[in-house]
């Protein structure tokens, strides 16, 4: 109970390790040791006998415990590992009962040997299960983090609003990966002429709010308050400084989609950094939507982003419990499948690949239904002409639906990240994903034809 209150690095934590595994642990061993006559297992079989019976039952047993645990909750083949690793090791409590038995006359030296036995392999088998376990449950749940990655998650969430602050912190703590924990970033631009002492107090609340926000997710956003002549400038500056992965904006309840926002400043964004954008405007709470439509262009596949933004878009259905619907064609929806089996969510694909239909999906969005468009660049991939008029469409016939305009990243030398497999950096920043990343890519590499 008091762990919590012992600081890791401290010294006091030091001292209790010490003393721990330099004094305590080892009498431990040597004096269990000690207990055990070696030579009543070359003397008969009993002890050897009685030594393999309590050693099969005890194993047996908690394995079984596992096993009901996993079927009755619904865990992972990882959990049941875990779970069997840290319950099967049997040794103080046990070898203390035994001792009791063994002095009031009531259990035999053959017993005190076997139990002796029994604890020696069943923490043995439980070290290596439990690490086993907890291995494999790393990679599901996307936690193994690479330390020779290239690319760290960073979030930049600039906020300019109160009124928007909430949502878009909230947004980003759904959409990052759970090590994640110190790498948000929570940016506010003053105009480097005519600043005034309110609105260094109005951004300094801006930025305590956001603080506060993530401290409540057990997650430190970092706040940063640059002076700019204009946003764009100020945001790609501190994306260059602090080498940011994602940028999460967000537009007024009461703000239209404009050309001039997606021209200049999403437009300036995604030429001069190498970061996924997301747009996201909130008419109701994040907790509050049931089910998010993802529509995915054609060819989205073979650009160098799609690991990436998919990854975010997995994060979001899984923190959310919302149900996510992808409207794909058949070869993305295929992969989705493969990757739904290792990393299920609750989800369902519908083949969609006209976009010169897109209003269609306007039947499909009502009350609680939010909208996450997967958008890209001209003359990339998966680019297409519609998309040119997603913003008059959202306006017109969403504007009462939570939406989210995604721009992955966008590489500036292939279309098709299938010639990129052989990219060390490449490579790594997908495997910085986790199990995540290397779930897809090898259904990317399933899926490639030239393989």
Same mark, same amino acid.
Request: hydrophobic share 45%; glycine share 6%.
């Given at each position: 109970?008091? +762990? ?34 070696? &030579? ?17 039952? $005890? ?17 992972? +083949? ?17 070898? $203390? ?31 290596? &299960? ?30 300019? +609003? ?9 947004? *980003? ?18 105009? @480097? ?81 190498? *970061? ?23 060819? $989205? ?9 998919? *990854? ?49 999906? @306007? ?12 958008? @890209?660049?001209?003359?990339?991939? @998966? ?32 279309? +098709? ?13 997908? &495997? ?14 399933? *899926?490639?034809?030239?393989?």
């Amino acid at each position: 109970a008091m +762990n919590k209150l012992i600081p890791h690095i401290s010294p006091l934590m030091n001292r209790i390790d010490f003393v721990g595994n330099a004094i305590f642990i080892p009498i431990f061993l040597i004096s269990v040791g000690m207990l055990i006559d070696y &030579r009543a297992f070359v003397t008969g079989f009993e002890t050897i006998k009685v030594a393999i019976v309590m050693t099969v039952v $005890a194993i047996s047993a908690k394995f079984l415990a596992a096993w009901a645990t996993q079927k009755i909750y619904g865990y992972s +083949n990882a959990e049941r590992k875990l779970i069997f690793g840290l319950s099967n090791a049997q040794a103080a409590a046990t070898l $203390a009962a035994v001792m009791v038995g063994h002095r009031v006359g009531l259990l035999d030296d053959n017993i005190l040997n076997g139990t002796i036995v029994m604890i020696l392999v069943t923490c043995t088998i439980a070290s290596f &299960r439990a690490q086993k376990g907890a291995i494999d449950l790393s990679f599901a749940e996307g936690n193994l983090e690479d330390e020779n990655t290239l690319t760290e998650e960073r979030i930049l969430i600039p906020i300019a +609003n109160k009124d928007t602050l909430k949502d878009l912190v909230e947004l *980003s703590l759904v959409i990052k990966s759970k090590t994640n924990t110190q790498d948000l970033y929570a940016l506010n631009i003053i105009k @480097s002429t005519g600043t005034t002492p309110q609105a260094e107090k109005e951004s300094l609340k801006l930025l305590e709010e956001a603080v506060r926000l993530g401290a409540g997710a057990e997650t430190v956003i970092q706040p940063l308050r640059r002076y700019d002549m204009n946003v764009l400038n100020g945001i790609l500056g501190i994306v260059k400084k602090y080498a940011i992965t994602d940028v999460v904006m967000g537009l007024h309840v009461k703000q239209e989609i404009s050309e001039s926002f997606l021209g200049d400043l999403i437009e300036g964004i995604l030429e001069k950094t190498r *970061s996924t954008t997301f747009v996201y405007k909130a008419i109701q709470p994040l907790s509050t939507i049931r089910k998010r439509l993802v529509i995915i262009p054609p060819n $989205a596949d073979k650009e160098i982003g799609f690991p990436f933004w998919l *990854s975010k878009i997995w994060n979001l259905g899984r923190n959310t419990g919302a149900k996510l619907s992808f409207y794909a064609t058949n070869d993305i929806l295929e992969i989705l499948k493969q990757i739904n089996k290792t990393h299920p969510i609750d989800v369902d694909f519908k083949e969609f690949s006209d976009w010169n239909d897109f209003l269609v999906l @306007s039947k499909e969005v009502g009350k609680d239904v939010g909208l996450i468009i997967v958008m @890209s660049r001209l003359r990339k991939a @998966s680019y297409h002409e519609t998309m040119k008029r997603v913003p008059d469409y959202i306006n017109k016939y969403f504007k009462n639906t939570n939406f989210m305009l995604l721009y992955p990243v966008q590489s500036a030398t292939t279309d +098709n990240y299938h010639n990129d497999m052989a990219n060390a950096s490449l490579l790594a920043s997908i &495997r910085n994903l986790g199990g995540f990343g290397e779930a897809l890519l090898s259904t990317v590499k399933k *899926s490639d034809p030239s393989e």
